[in-house]
């Protein structure tokens, strides 16, 4: 929900700036509005639907809501807004232990776009302001709005454009963010590849030492299927991942809304579900980087968008793709065969992005820096580091 109680926070003052708590439909319009055209001041920036930006941020339609406090803020010099903040906690975020990221007394930063540094540096002390009020003693970000969706700052790779579900920032938000007293937190990288090259020789024979191991199977996703399929996928997720770093587990309300969301940029030979034994154990989600055509289209549906955005989802011929979550189940993971599933994922989906699709170039990510399996993983099929983002934090504790 959108807690009320961040009314009662003083506003926060630094010379001209006042900064004003957003409510109601209009105040998340102007918010949203505000966002799109520091984005669109960026070069490289892509314009995404302001319609799915208006609902990430509407407590009845996204349901991260179920299980956070969330308030919003505009900063305005006179009557021009010039900055924006989110301030927010993750219930279930803060029931987990400090030494995966978060925990008790963790608050949270996101959709932060300022001016100039006088202006970052105030809202993010309005953010303080409000987490501390909230009893919170850390504050994590920029996370917009839960660790899933759009999570770090962009520190490197400010010289392209990103694919679909990734921030983009200017590079001199860093220094107001560290000048304001946070130090990095994580950071999480992507990594790109040229997907027409066959892989390394010795990848290539783990992939066909896989292929002939009878216990093994490799499957596409069944969109006939597809709420029991996603159920699968969300399963080993909520498996493999739970000792990562940041790591919030989805909730039935998250995956019902994930099915509806996802379903329609799924092509069923791009992603895939493997087995051992008949018991699924590990997944790779793949999808055609929609930004090219918001690109096109302008991040609007009408008057024709809609009908390049339809037909672009029917067949995105040559789209690069993007491969943003992919897990292995706990019991399998620093083990050969888990490096095995994974290449021979990678390899069937290279193949079909390639022979039905056109493609060219393929995005990995992200990957949690620390993360030494993924990490090896990329390095051996010859990927390469091409976005870094970065979590800060801070401590807020008696101030």
Wanted: avoid cysteine.
């Amino acid at each position: 929900m959108i807690d009320p109680s961040y009314r009662k926070v003083r506003a926060v003052t630094a010379g001209e700036i006042v900064i004003r708590p957003v409510s109601g439909k209009a105040g998340r319009a102007e918010f949203v509005d505000l966002g799109r055209a520091f984005a669109q001041a960026e070069p490289h920036s892509v314009p995404q639907l302001r319609s799915e930006q208006l609902e990430l941020i509407d407590p009845d339609r996204n349901p991260f809501f179920g299980h956070a406090r969330v308030a919003l803020f505009i900063a305005y010099r006179g009557e021009t807004a010039v900055g924006r903040i989110s301030a927010h906690i993750d219930e279930l975020a803060l029931e987990l232990p400090p030494e995966q990221g978060m925990g008790p007394g963790t608050g949270l930063f996101g959709y932060f776009d300022a001016a100039d540094e006088q202006v970052a540096h105030a809202l993010l002390a309005q953010a303080e302001a409000w987490n501390r009020a909230q009893g919170m003693d850390r504050l994590l970000g920029p996370i917009s709005l839960s660790i899933w969706e759009e999570p770090g700052l962009l520190v490197k790779g400010q010289d392209h454009s990103p694919t679909m579900l990734m921030g983009h920032h200017p590079a001199h938000y860093r220094d107001w963010i560290e000048t304001a007293g946070y130090r990095p937190a994580k950071s999480l990288l992507t990594y790109e590849l040229d997907i027409t090259q066959e892989f390394p020789p010795l990848i290539r024979r783990i992939i066909q030492s896989g292929e002939r191991n009878a216990r093994i199977t490799v499957r596409p996703v069944d969109k006939t299927n597809w709420d029991a399929d996603l159920a699968i996928v969300l399963a080993i997720l909520n498996n493999a991942w739970s000792d990562n770093w940041g790591f919030v587990p989805f909730t039935d309300r998250e995956i019902a809304y994930a099915a509806k969301k996802m379903k329609p940029i799924v092509h069923e030979e791009l992603n895939m579900i493997a087995e051992v034994d008949g018991e699924p154990v590990a997944f790779m989600l793949t999808f055609p980087d929609m930004n090219a055509v918001l690109k096109r289209i302008g991040g609007r549906l009408l008057p024709f968008g809609w009908l390049k955005m339809l037909r672009w989802l029917k067949k995105p011929t040559g789209a690069d793709m993007r491969v943003p979550l992919m897990g292995v189940r706990r019991e399998l993971q620093n083990s050969r065969m888990a490096s095995q599933l994974a290449f021979m994922m990678i390899e069937r989906i290279r193949r079909s992005a390639t022979e039905n699709f056109g493609s060219v170039r393929g995005e990995i990510g992200w990957i949690l820096d620390d993360n030494k399996g993924m990490l090896a993983i990329a390095d051996a099929i010859d990927s390469r580091i091409n976005r870094e983002y970065v979590v800060f934090e801070k401590a807020i504790a008696g101030r």
